[in-house]
């Protein structure tokens, strides 16, 4: 199985900040990444798919990099609503799909 | 657009088999070009994909719960649905249904919609 591991595991910020998430896979995915924002209580939303093509209807101010192993979600200028978990998932190879643990972003 | 919506027991008893079914309306699930996923997080953990289903009834399940694993789809009523068996505590979880896109190669890529979750506490 590819193992997706994220960093930090959570971390703490300030609304107007500029945010980096990183994800780390156990082996090449090429770009098949893809990554979500999760409040508590409610369902994954898809923010970007193919490690950097933005969802429609997600801000402007997220944006995917990477490929093979290293990937990063940013978000340029943090906004309240982005307190949340982000994930990472690969859909190179399976089964099993997987998720990276998840990053938590806190108001600091 | 479409979207997904989870139904079933909140409360399973240990050993017995946890049943879910995932209503998706705004679209038909006989369409094609999708396959239709049960994703699984544990409380304060992160998310476990547990398997999917074409609508031509083809499964792929995760070798972890493959054993325990079964996702059918009525493609009549436009849902699908999940079993768990010998369900222990560890099974625990919210249970999404979620929507993911088939590629050109036939393979499953990122999911989108998701259902809201359900969670199915599994206890004596």
């Known amino acids: 199985a590819i193992r997706m591991t994220q960093s930090p595991s959570s971390f703490s910020a300030s609304t107007g900040d500029r945010v980096t998430i990183t994800c780390r896979a156990s082996q090449g995915i090429s770009s098949y990444l893809a990554w979500y924002q999760q409040k508590p209580g409610k369902a994954p939303k898809l923010l970007i798919y193919?490690?950097?093509t933005l969802q429609s209807g997600v801000p402007s101010r997220f944006s995917g990099s990477g490929s093979g192993t290293d990937f990063t979600l940013t978000i340029s200028c943090l906004q309240s609503e982005d307190f949340a978990t982000y994930y990472c998932q690969q859909y190179y190879s399976y089964p099993p799909l997987t998720f990276g643990g998840g990053t938590k972003v806190e108001i600091k | 657009q479409v979207q997904l919506q989870e139904s079933g027991p909140g409360l399973v008893k240990p050993s017995q088999t946890l049943s879910l079914t995932c209503t998706v309306s705004?679209?038909?699930?006989?369409?094609?070009?999708?396959?239709w996923s049960w994703i699984r997080q544990h409380p304060g953990k992160g998310l476990e994909w547990i398997g999917y289903i074409y609508y031509s009834g083809s499964t792929y399940y995760n070798p972890s719960l493959k054993s325990r694993v079964t996702i059918s789809v009525d493609t009549s009523k436009n849902q699908f649905s999940l079993k768990l068996s010998s369900v222990t505590a560890a099974d625990t979880a919210v249970y999404y249904c979620a929507r993911g896109k088939r590629r050109s190669s036939g393979q499953n890529n990122w999911f989108d919609p998701w259902g809201q979750g359900t969670l199915v506490t599994v206890s004596s």
């Open positions: 705004g679209g038909s699930i006989s369409s094609g070009g999708y396959y």
């Open positions: 193919a490690a950097s």
